[in-house]
């Protein structure tokens, strides 16, 4: 069964480069660009992976909505924090609410690939050439 694995960011180039990432047989990746659209896919299915960043479209707190719905809705997922705000209010909320990791931007896509790597979930970085 394929992992689930759920993008949340609301910069296009960065969230294209990580559905890049996780664009491998062994998941089914989906992607958020917005709080809404996260809530959405949410709760359409558990994931095992969400990689969210702390603020979306401007909203300071969209990222902490996200780990707060992923831990009532998906609460045995992995959750990668990005942030370029890497203040200590940010991290200790991220971690209350679930968080597993809490990145600053810039991230070396190297660095999320092996936090995935170890919650079980492959990446193109480490899936075998096809």
Request: overall charge negative.
């Amino acid at each position: 069964m394929p992992k689930a694995v759920l993008i949340v960011e609301d910069e296009e180039n960065i969230r294209e480069t990580l559905v890049e990432l996780f664009d491998v047989p062994s998941n089914a990746t989906t992607n958020a660009a917005t709080l809404d659209q996260a809530l959405v896919e949410l709760k359409a299915r558990p994931y095992d992976l969400i990689v969210t960043d702390i603020r979306l479209g401007g909203k300071r707190d969209g990222g902490l909505q996200v780990m707060a719905a992923s831990g009532l809705l998906s609460p045995e997922a992995t959750v990668i924090v990005l942030t370029a705000y890497p203040d200590e209010d940010n991290r200790f909320a991220s971690l209350r609410l679930g968080a597993t990791h809490f990145l600053e931007k810039p991230v070396d896509l190297r660095t999320i690939a092996g936090l995935a790597q170890q919650a079980g979930v492959t990446t193109a970085m480490d899936a075998p050439a096809t």
